[in-house]
Structure formats: structure tokens, C-alpha cells
């Protein structure tokens, strides 16, 4: 018998299980598919597991560098089994959560992978092939990504890891090369790093973190480096041999330069592909665009009643727009008035590296590249009381507005908890303040975030602490 509903949501990670269930705060009759877990890879490999294993390195940081502060240790063992243990004991709990979540907002939970057959008709085959079939007047695409291939590079779950090896080691590596300098290759070089892997981190662009502002990226780079941290930017990986205790590698430069490298894995961690495959797409004429689907502004795709959000819809890949997709999709299906679409160029984004890194909005290249007046501030932690007390003074934060407007076009952060202090900027893009607006704040002493007036006050031309 087939069943019916309003919403249908296929995938359940952030993006999918929000849209499930603001839909039933609607009152829709929603149903949700989910071929492995819920929470999805953002719950289950991504974001939450990585968070909890770089929790542990942050740890191994602080415990070598005890003796500034008074304290000694003797000998301090690690078992990396017991990391993993506790990365993983985390996601489940919060996979367990979601399925209460389900339950209290009466979403039904059907287990299975999903395939359009028409506009609104859905079929899900189960672990044992049944099929079974469902319609619904709006069927939400949240099926996520997966890493993306390096031409040449196969990864074999043993000496050559994607991220989910990367989460799942069975012991610590003494060498990795990591190719790849997002968020993720910055993540996986800062945690093992951390650990006591010798890390070398490949680049394709000429800087790494390619998406940040460069004054950022540098900063990053310098630090990494002070670390121990090898970096190849301009450069790729022109062969690989995968051996049965190493992995030879050869990195070559656009410069024409050659190292041959020995490591003990190699991590792929060089982007992401949209999950487009056997969804039926093609037959529903859904476009598909260098490996996403294609929206409008409202999540909306080529065909009627079917709409894409999260990682599978395109970038920013992060958590946070996927569920912030969610919501504006399913209000705006719904009927909600006054709905506002999403400006995509103004998603946070975070890198829980060491030092972390947050930005929103344009760089200073590409607010230039406007032909903008700009006023750009910048303040260093190394003026920061607090940053100085508990000894994390490396970075800085910068701002840039339009000087004619005040409009604030972007924040880069470097430096302690600032992926927990973003949100201010982003808030104050949110209401429209302007550069005075913001000076006018008070921002609480001493704190890490007093930084980011500072950074304001200097872009006015009238900086107090530095």
C-alpha cells in the first residue's frame, strides 16, 4: 500500500532531520528516509566526531605544556584506541537523540535507500530489497556528500584514508601526509600533529586554506609551520605507491620541483562531491551542476515539489547552512510570509584547528575587488589581557566595512574560541549595524571577544589598545 504525506525528507542529517521536523511544528504529516544512521555523516563522521578527537589533542597541547603554569607531570601514556572510543561513544548518543527527536514531533522514521520515480513519488528499498512506495506533496533532497576523488589516489581504508578512516584509526600513524588544506585537511594535520604524527600538508593553491582571507591563511601557515608542520602549496601528488608498511609519494610543484616522499598513510581530504547518484534526477530533469543540484533562492529544484538543501544543494558545505535551509525551505513550502532567503556569502565558517580560524562574509581580496572604499581594521591578541593570561596570544582579528555605508562586509578571526565568537559579527550583519553601531558596544573586560571592538575601533581610525 503506498502511504502518503505532506513532507517527505530524504536524509537525515542536519539539514534533513530539521526539515523533518519544523515541518511537523506545521502540522505536515512528515516522513523521513535514512539508509545508515541518523544525524548523518555531519553527526556520525563529520563534524561532532572530529570536535571530540580534537578535544583531545587540545589535551595532549595543554599537557606538554604544563610547566609555565606550575605544574609537573611524570610519564603520560596514550591509548588512541580510547580516544576513538569516546569520539564514537559521542556520535551515538547524539544519533540515539535524534531518533527521540523523531518520535516526539511524530515524524515517521523508514529505513532504506530512496529513489524519485515521479514528481512526489518516492520509492525506498530496504537492507533486504523490499520496496516499498511513497508519495508526498513536497519531497526534500538532504542527501549530503562524500569526499572527493584525487585522480590517481584510491584510497584502501588502510594506508590511504578519507576522512572516516582518518576517525577510526586502530593506532597513531608516526607519519601522515594529508592532501588538502580546507577546513578538513587543516583539521586532520592539526589533530594528529597534536598526537605525535609527523604531518606534511599538500596544496593545490597557492595559499593554503584557499578560501580564507591570505593575511589568515599565512598566519595559519606560520603557525603550522613553528609546529613542525610540513607545507607544499602549489603542488600536487603525481604518484603514489601504496607499499604494505608505507606509502611512497611524489609531490610535484607548479613550479617544477620534485620530493619523494615515505610516509605511513596518506589522508585524502581534497573537497567534496554532492550524493547525486541514483536519485532519479536525471528522469525528473532536476539539473545537476558540477556535482550539486541546482536551487533557487527558496531551495526550489528544476521540478515541481522537489527541493535540495545542505551539502547535496552546493557551498558552503557546512552544517549550520544545511539546517538554516531546512527551516527557510519548509516555512516558505508552508506558506510562511516574510520569509528571507539565504545569503550564502555570509554563512560562517569555522576551523577547529590550532589555531582556530573563523570568518563570515569577503575577504579583504574580494571586498577590493568590488571598488569599494574600504576601512579595515585589524587588532592583535598580543594586546589582549585575556589572550595573554591564558597564554594563547597568537592572532589577531580583522574587519572590513564599506566607508561609505559602514556596511560590515567581512570578519576573519585567528585564534582561541574565536568559531565561538563569530556569531557576534554574524549577528550584527543580521540587524544591519554599521561600523559606528558596533563601536558603541560594550564588550565585557577582559574577554577574548573585547578583540573583535577593538578590530571595529581600528577600522574607524581610532584604536584604544594597540
Given amino acids: 500500500m503506498t502511504q502518503k504525506y505532506d513532507v517527505l525528507v530524504v536524509g537525515s542529517g542536519p539539514g534533513g532531520y530539521v526539515a523533518a521536523i519544523r515541518a511537523a511544528q506545521h502540522g505536515l504529516r512528515t516522513a523521513i528516509v535514512e539508509r545508515d544512521r541518523l544525524g548523518g555523516i555531519c553527526l556520525n563522521w563529520g563534524c561532532i566526531p572530529t570536535k571530540a578527537l580534537l578535544h583531545g589533542a587540545d589535551v595532549a597541547h595543554t599537557l606538554v605544556n604544563l610547566e609555565p603554569l606550575g605544574f609537573s607531570t611524570g610519564s603520560v601514556e596514550f591509548d588512541m584506541g580510547r580516544l576513538v572510543e569516546f569520539s564514537r561513544s559521542v556520535s551515538g548518543r547524539l544519533s540515539d537523540g535524534i531518533g527521540y527527536l523523531m518520535k516526539k514531533n511524530d515524524i515517521d522514521v523508514v529505513e532504506g535507500v530512496a529513489r524519485l520515480l515521479d514528481k ?46 582518518a576517525l577510526v584509526p586502530t593506532d597513531l600513524p608516526k607519519s601522515l601526509l594529508v592532501i588538502g588544506s580546507g577546513a578538513v585537511g587543516v583539521e586532520f594535520a592539526s589533530l594528529y600533529k597534536d598526537l605525535g604524527t609527523d604531518v606534511t600538508l599538500v596544496e593545490m593553491a597557492p595559499q593554503i586554506m584557499p578560501v580564507e582571507d591570505f593575511a589568515v591563511a599565512s598566519h595559519v601557515r606560520r603557525q603550522f609551520e613553528q609546529r613542525g608542520i610540513k607545507i607544499h602549496t602549489g603542488a600536487s601528488v603525481s604518484e603514489l605507491a601504496a607499499g604494505p608498511d608505507t606509502v611512497t609519494v611524489t609531490v610535484q610543484s607548479t613550479a617544477g620541483t620534485v620530493d619523494e616522499l615515505t610516509v605511513d598513510r596518506v589522508l585524502v581530504a581534497a573537497g567534496i562531491q554532492g550524493n547525486v547518484e541514483d536519485l532519479g534526477l536525471t528522469e525528473l530533469g532536476i539539473e545537476v551542476e558540477h556535482g550539486f543540484i541546482t536551487t533557487d533562492q527558496w531551495c526550489r529544484t528544476s521540478a515541481f515539489g522537489v527541493y535540495a538543501i545542505g551539502d547535496v544543494a552546493g557551498a558552503p558545505c557546512l552544517a549550520h547552512k544545511a539546517s538554516h535551509e531546512a527551516v527557510l525551505c519548509v516555512d516558505k513550502l508552508a506558506g510562511v510570509q516574510h520569509v528571507r532567503p539565504l545569503d550564502r556569502d555570509y554563512v560562517p565558517g569555522c576551523t577547529y584547528a590550532r589555531p582556530q580560524v573563523a570568518s563570515l562574509g569577503l575577504t579583504e581580496e574580494q571586498a577590493r575587488a568590488t571598488g569599494r572604499r574600504l576601512q579595515v581594521g585589524q587588532f592583535d591578541l598580543q594586546a589582549s589581557g585575556k589572550a595573554l593570561a591564558i597564554g594563547e596570544a597568537d592572532g589577531f582579528v580583522k574587519t572590513i566595512f564599506d566607508a561609505d555605508s559602514g556596511e560590515l562586509l567581512g570578519a576573519h578571526m585567528v585564534g582561541p574560541d574565536v568559531t565561538e565568537q563569530i556569531q557576534g559579527f554574524g549577528i550584527a550583519r543580521a540587524l544591519e549595524a554599521t561600523a559606528d553601531d558596533l563601536a558603541e558596544v560594550v564588550f565585557a573586560h577582559p574577554t577574548l571577544s573585547e578583540a573583535m571592538h577593538e578590530s571595529v575601533l581600528s577600522a574607524l581610525g581610532r584604536p584604544i589598545n594597540m
Avoid at 508526498?136 to 584502501?156: E, F, K, M, N
Fill in 120 to 165: 512526489g513519488v518516492v520509492a525506498v528499498t530496504t537492507a533486504d530489497e523490499t520496496v516499498s512506495e511513497y508519495r508526498a506533496d513536497h519531497v526534500i533532497l538532504a542527501t549530503g556528500a562524500r569526499p572527493r576523488p584525487v585522480p590517481g589516489v584510491i584510497p584502501d581504508g588502510d594506508r590511504i584514508w578519507t576522512y572516516f578512516d
